[in-house]
Nanobody
Framework: QVQLVESGGGLVQAGGSLRLSCAAS????????MGWYRQAPGKQRELVAR???????NYADSVKGRFTISRDNAKNTVYLQMNSLKPEDTAVYYC?????????WGQGTQVTVSS
């Protein structure tokens, strides 16, 4: 099993920045990739950014150039640096650990961007 604890959400004005953190514990050696997903009210959960064990990254088109996913292996932590935030980035952000075929999720952290 893997436990994920997120932090760093909050309220920010459009154009501002936030950094989300996700600390992993448990069977971390079996993690293939970690990612950030988000879910806005009335919408499906969507992938925001993902980083594999080897460090390869991919991003949703809507956040490319604004968001950066990174990791600190020593701290077993993944980060999502979010710059130039827009009101449409408002959502609950979830950390995900891919241990295919299993998936683990954090509890979610609210990000609200005011216009």
């Amino acid at each position: 099993q893997v436990q994920l604890v997120e932090s760093g959400g909050g309220l920010v004005q459009a154009g501002g920045s936030l950094r989300l953190s996700c600390a992993a514990s448990g069977s971390i050696f079996n993690i293939n990739a970690m990612g950030w997903y988000r879910q806005a009210p009335g919408k499906q959960r969507e992938l925001v950014a993902r980083i594999t064990r080897r460090g390869s990254t991919n991003y949703a088109d809507s956040v490319k150039g604004r968001f950066t996913i990174s990791r600190d292996n020593a701290k077993n932590t993944v980060y999502l640096q979010m710059n130039s935030l827009k009101p449409e980035d408002t959502a609950v952000y979830y950390c995900n650990a891919d241990l295919a075929p299993l998936n683990y999720w954090g509890q979610g952290t609210q990000v609200t961007v005011s216009s």
